[in-house]
T-cell receptor
Framework: EAQVTQNPRYLITVTGKKLTVTCSQN?????MSWYRQDPGLGLRQIYY???????DKGDVPEGYKVSRKEKRNFPLILESPSPNQTSLYFC????????????FGPGTRLTVT | LAKTTQPISMDSYEGQEVNITCSHN???????ITWYQQFPSQGPRFIIQ???TKVTNEVASLFIPADRKSSTLSLPRVSLSDTAVYYC??????????????FGSGTRLQVQP
């Protein structure tokens, strides 16, 4: 089954404790991205990657890092999480940059205390 | 991406046709129009995409007038399960991929029995 998976689905952590949210897709898609969703603010793109070793900032990249060492994986790293990064995070992939048909993962609900 | 404007919310009843309009006055020549659906606590799901006139699939129809400054997503005979937030995106299919994909606030559709 074609899908985007994320782990963990739920995470509660404390300020400053580094964490990684994994994202994997099995569709051989070139383009992957991370979004956060907050009430009243909609979905905002954090980082995106057009292919292996190619990443770029989205609208709200501060406080996040990403890497793209393999085509299928695109982990999101919070080096020093803060409470304002409490949010619902989605990973997405699309076949190429010439398509807006994105496939989203199930989401990761992160709480930073 | 071109800025989009949608109604914040809409109400309908089961069995009715629902039309959600998106305004995108500064749409560019190479821009395509894409619509997504999102249920609570789930990632958005691609519905339909078009450039001009009319596009129809098994889920919805997309109407785009000649000036392309707006578009209308039409959902035929909605059911309770169509209650969701609907997002309109406008973007260049031929771009370098180096622009972030931005979702607006969307339209919250509530379908009543």
């Amino acid at each position: 089954e074609a899908q985007v998976t994320q782990n963990p689905r739920y995470l509660i952590t404390v300020t400053g404790k580094k964490l990684t949210v994994t994202c994997s897709q099995n569709m051989n898609h070139e383009y992957m991205s991370w979004y956060r969703q907050d009430p009243g603010l909609g979905l905002r793109q954090i980082y995106y990657s057009m292919n292996v070793e190619v990443t770029d900032k989205g609208d709200v990249p501060e406080g996040y890092k990403v890497s793209r060492k393999e085509k299928r994986n695109f982990p999101l790293i919070l080096e020093s999480p803060s409470p304002n990064q409490t949010s619902l995070y989605f990973c997405a992939s699309r076949i190429t940059r010439q398509s807006y048909e994105q496939y989203f993962g199930p989401g990761t609900r992160l709480t930073v205390t | 991406l071109a800025k989009t404007t949608q109604p914040i919310s809409m109400d309908s009843y089961e069995g009715q046709e629902v039309n959600i309009t998106c305004s995108h006055n500064n749409i560019a020549t190479n821009d395509y129009i894409t619509w997504y659906q999102q249920f609570p606590s789930q990632g958005p799901r691609f519905i339909i995409q078009g450039y001009k006139t009319k596009v129809t699939n098994e889920v919805a129809s997309l109407f785009i007038p000649a000036d392309r400054k707006s578009s209308t997503l039409s959902l035929p005979r909605v059911s309770l399960s169509d209650t969701a937030v609907y997002y309109c995106l406008v973007g260049d299919m031929l771009d370098t991929g180096r622009r972030a994909l931005t979702f607006g606030s969307g339209t919250r559709l509530q379908v009543q029995p």
